[in-house]
Nanobody
């Protein structure tokens, strides 16, 4: 059973930046894809970004392309989400997710962390 612990959330003004981290344990991190999802109040959880097992392939939802960057450090069993040019509509609880495959499948995430709150003020 994989365990995921996120950190790095907080309150930031519009236009600012945050870097989220997710430390994984409980399985061989480097063999699987990883992802980030978010859930805003009153809304369903949505996909944000994903990265393949080697980091060679990434995918983003359209609303964050050019502003967010997902990366991973397989030596540290950690995945990151660098968020720049933040907007109030990015406000949500951000959770990392463990993929069930080496490659990216948006429907292939089976475990999520508890999440970290990101609040962007206008």
């Amino acid at each position: 059973q994989v365990q995921l612990v996120e950190s790095g959330g907080g309150l930031v003004q519009a236009g600012g930046s945050l870097r989220l981290s997710c430390a994984a344990s409980g399985r061989t991190f480097s063999k699987y894809s990883m992802g980030w999802f978010r859930q805003a109040p009153g809304k369903e959880r949505e996909f944000v970004a994903a990265i393949s097992w080697t980091g060679g392939t990434t995918d983003y939802t359209d609303s964050v392309k050019g502003r967010f960057t997902i990366s991973r450090d397989n030596a540290k069993d950690t995945v990151y989400l660098q968020m720049n040019s933040l907007k109030p509509e990015d406000t949500a609880v951000y959770s990392c997710a463990a993929g069930q495959y080496p490659y990216i499948r948006i429907d292939g995430f089976g475990s999520w962390g508890q999440g970290t709150q990101v609040t962007v003020s206008s």
